[in-house]
């Protein structure tokens, strides 16, 4: 190896050493915000998800070990809405500046749910956290990230400016692809029939209807009463079909589906996955495919 190549792997080294140090780090309590953040901060942030995929928003918190990991962070992103009840704790322990809550500069939609009171549903409304269901929420995320991460690491924000139009070119792609596809399912049969009410956002931004069998609380059994009169309300709606989530009650869903005569779905991604694209590609798919005309 002669001394202009040494030399050359020297400086590369350097390069790469610079990049690597010039990284901020990043702490995400859902693993959707952690997709956005990385390609928003691309090579300039270390993203560290604190709930790891596959866990559940609903009933995580973060313990002393996830704090460690976090160790260092100059910002959380975490969901808000109401989503993580243990954010004044994450704030007494990260300091109160570094906790973004993306949501709350995002639309807040409340879905409408049926209840079992005294043996009887009855319909009422709730805050929706689930906010990453729709494509416009994460277009808005985009622009937050990109401000936080611009006032910590300003010498880098116009690299986030850029990253953050690419990000919502590909955003605005994705909802022409999904608009299109969700086309091709006749207006009478607009009615999303989820097991648990995530899908509010999702359903206003393209104009559907959503009836959720388990409200807000996917792991709630109701009495045999209720969930006959669910039966009547899914009948009612023209329903064809009903979709159950990873983590919903298959015992409960199969005995609506079978008492209403509609089919059940293949599961809905609800409450995150390994990117945003991959979500929705997914939910759109399956829903199409069982509502569609065919």
């Known amino acids: 190896m002669d001394m202009l190549t040494l030399r050359l792997q020297f400086v590369l080294l350097l390069a790469l050493s610079s990049i690597v140090g010039a990284q901020i780090k990043v ?34 918190e973060p313990g002393a070990k996830e704090l460690r990991q976090a160790q260092g962070a100059k910002l959380y992103f975490v969901c808000g809405k109401g989503l993580e009840p243990y954010l004044p704790k994450l704030r007494d322990a990260a ?10 500069t995002l639309p807040t939609l409340k879905a409408e749910v049926l209840c079992d009171h005294d043996g009887h549903a009855h319909a009422h409304e709730e805050i929706d956290p689930h906010w990453w269901h729709s494509i416009d929420c994460w277009r808005r995320a985009a622009t937050r990230v990109r401000k936080e991460l611009s006032a910590v690491d300003g010498k880098n924000a116009g690299f986030y400016q850029k990253r953050a139009t690419e990000v919502r070119k590909e955003l605005a792609s994705l909802q022409r692809w999904a608009t299109t596809e969700l086309a091709k399912v006749p207006v009478k049969s607009r009615t999303l029939a989820t097991a648990h009410a995530a899908f509010a956002y999702f359903c206003n931004e393209h104009k559907w209807k959503m009836l959720a069998v388990q409200g807000l609380n996917r792991e709630r059994v109701d009495s045999p009463k ?12 023209n329903v064809r079909a009903l979709f159950p989530e990873q983590r919903s ?8 589906a ?32 069982a509502l569609g005309e065919k």
């Open 27 to 60: 702490a995400v309590l859902h693993p959707l915000l952690g997709d956005l953040v990385e390609k928003v901060g691309g090579d300039r942030v270390e993203v560290v998800d604190l709930m790891g995929k596959g866990g559940d928003p609903h009933k995580f």
């Open 226 to 237: 209720f969930l006959a009169e669910v039966v009547s309300a899914i009948r009612k709606e």
């Open 95 to 104: 300091g109160a500046q570094k906790v973004i809550e993306v949501g709350e």
């Open 249 to 256: 009650n298959p015992k409960i869903l199969r005995s609506v």
């Open 258 to 289: 079978e008492g209403a005569g509609v089919l059940v779905g293949e599961p809905l991604i609800a409450d995150g996955g390994s990117s945003i694209e991959e979500m929705f590609r997914h939910n759109v798919s399956v829903i199409v495919g």
